[in-house]
């Protein structure tokens, strides 16, 4: 070594929670290297933990191999004193809501009193940085990216008063362009009408989504006048249709309730105005995501396009912009959720404050917990199972069980950063058995029948099976329309409406899972496997080999590939 004083590396953590959802936190070097990226839910088992992310903190410095003294700032990925004058002018304009917005003020108290909360919590001492929430979500997005220059639009319910955020990026540098404030919110519309049918709102919408494909559009007239789309292409949300900006209970209003009818929040089985309602409104948030990014694009001129937001989890709403045109390339981040802006926090602070900062694309989603075979045999140990162990066979035998139409729980490397599983935390089974969907939902998800499950193709075939029109889709983001002879091929992973919300793997991001799809391509003539989180309905993914032991045992999983360890039933 040099006997020259050694520089220390600089390295920078975002941190999200304390909010409604999502806490996490990451942990970017100062070359801009993702060394740490974890959700909170993982550890605690809690869904959507919105609690302080303490547990995902100490998993980060520890997978970094760093203390927190080594942390050069810290940025929380909200700033609550942002725009008061306009969430002032909106009180006053609106006092008859007075309570309400009393109310949800008292929420923002907490955020004002984050860094003592940090400081306190963790011990830190140096700098925290209070950071734009629609910033954080851009950067999570457009230096994961591999653009060098982008659209970015950043879309969801609420983050201080934005609701909607237009910016560019190119090089080091994100702009700001224009966004749309409270209490027009495709996000809130979206969780008000998740919440009518009867799911759980600000969790849920992914079911609507689901369900939207069994309906009918007999009732979008009724929506073009809920969300209202401007002749500059913003959309207007009719404020007298919902409660959700002031506090109460039901999201939507009386309102909308005369003109739709009486709400299932006995949680029923779907009725057919139930379908029609959820098919209605996702063809309407389908244009006006749509006319966003035609507005969005029309600013900048960059056809290259970066999304990011909990809007942007409506993978439908994605492959429309992609089948209309709308930009020639588009690229999300696995976490477009609030948890992603801790790996934006990270970002920002490093690029802000770093000047060999390097924006690397990200290649994978593999940023979580990993663990050895030692800790795995231990686990499989303590619950008392018998295993067999395949040291380097265990893809090969696993193809075996899954082309022979058994279902498998699939846990290898580290933990996905996300709510997508992505071959590390996944129950993977045949795509080519016709009922297989109907299986899973029924027997290992315990999950409604109406949800569809996503293939993962490596992405040299891809085209064989989706219209992906030269689109990749690494993290599973893209809803690509299906071609007609793959209801023949796959059609476990073909959802009622001719779409499926595809995975592209390959060689250098995906490692061990392209692997065991190349395969089950070997042995059933098709390089796809149908695959779902690891995980039963209403609980997180799993993240530890215990985790993963206790789900294949209380369901009906056929088979655990557990790094090179084999149970099976």
Known sequence: MSWKTVKAMKYYMGIVGLGDHDAAAAIVDEYGNVLAAAEEERYTRVKFDPSFPINSIKFCLKRSGIELKDITAIGFYLDPRLFAWKKFKFAINNLNHLPGLIKKSKKFKKFLEIEKIIRSTLGFNGPIELLQHHLCHASSVFFASPFTEATIISIDGVGEWETAWIGSGAGKEIKYLESTFWPHSLGEVYAA????????????????????????????????????????RHFVVGKSYFGYPFGKKNLFSKR???????????????????????????????????????????LTGIRKLCVTGGVALNCLAIGKLIEKGLADSVFLAPASSDAGCALGAAYHLAIMNSENFVRTPLKNAYLGDSFSEKEIEGSLKQAGLKYAYHAGKITD???????????????????????????????????????MKDIVNAKVKYREPFRPLAPSVLAEAAEQYFCCDGHTSPFMTHTFKAR??????????????????????????????????????????????????????????????????????????????????????
């Open 397 to 435: 035998i696993t193809a075996d069980i899954i082309a022979k139409g058994n279902i498998v729980g699939w846990f290898q490397g580290r933990t996905e950063y996300g709510q997508r599983a992505l071959g590390a935390r996944s129950i993977l089974a045949n795509p080519m058995i016709a009922n």
């Open 193 to 232: 009408i998740t919440q009518f049918l009867g799911f759980k709102y600000n969790s849920d919408e992914y079911k609507v989504m689901g369900l939207s494909a069994y309906g009918q559009l007999s009732y979008y007239d009724d929506f073009k006048e809920i969300i209202g789309i401007g002749r500059n």
């Open 256 to 298: 909308f309730e005369m003109l739709f009818g009486e709400p299932n929040l006995e949680f029923k089985a779907p009725s057919e105005r139930d379908k029609n309602l959820a098919a209605s409104l996702q063809k309407r948030i389908e244009d006006a995501f749509c006319a966003y990014v035609a507005k969005a694009i029309s």
């Open 484 to 569: 007609p002879d793959a209801f023949d091929k796959i059609p476990a992973v073909i959802h009622i409406d001719g779409t499926a919300r595809v995975q592209t793997v390959t060689k250098e991001a995906n490692g061990i899972y392209y692997e065991l799809i190349k395969k089950v391509g070997e042995r059933t003539g098709h390089p796809v496997v149908l695959n779902t989180s690891f995980n039963v309905k209403g609980e997180p993914i799993v993240n530890s080999p215990l985790d993963a032991i206790n789900c294949f045992l209380k369901t009906d999983l056929d088979a655990l590939a557990i790094g090179g360890f084999l149970v099976v039933k």
